[in-house]
């Protein structure tokens, strides 16, 4: 399987930005999916997730309430809806398939898309 992400950019602080991440191959509605970003010096941290059904999502502490993912099984695809922006967002933005529900750990994950660049201004 790939995963091909997309949907980053720049945007000014407080803006918004919808990540899509379309795997190729039959199995994606299989498989709980995750979104981790890296900023730059930084390792890279997980930022949300969500089962294979889309009932379960889980987020890190610092994207509640902010951030949405969502998944079409029937287009192969998830999704992250990020609002509210901060500067502190800045990073790139990397799609996961998880291999077990373990959302948060990267070792639970066994394949990444190549990533996109998301840039917030202040």
């Known amino acids: 399987v790939q995963l091909q992400a997309s949907g980053g950019g720049l945007v000014q602080a407080g803006g918004s930005l919808r990540l899509s991440c379309v795997a190729s191959g039959r199995t994606f509605s299989s498989y709980g999916m995750g979104w981790f970003r890296q900023a730059p010096g930084k390792e890279r941290e997980f930022v949300a997730a969500?089962?294979?059904?889309?009932?379960?999502?889980y987020y890190t502490t610092s994207v509640r309430g902010r951030f949405s993912i969502s998944r079409d099984n029937a287009k192969s695809t998830v999704f992250l809806q990020m609002n509210s922006l901060k500067p502190e967002d800045t990073a790139i933005y990397y799609c996961a398939r998880s291999r077990n529900w373990n959302p948060a750990t990267k070792q639970a994950y066994d394949t990444w898309g190549q990533g996109t660049l998301v840039t917030v201004s202040s």
């Open positions: 969500i089962s294979w059904s889309g009932s379960s999502t």
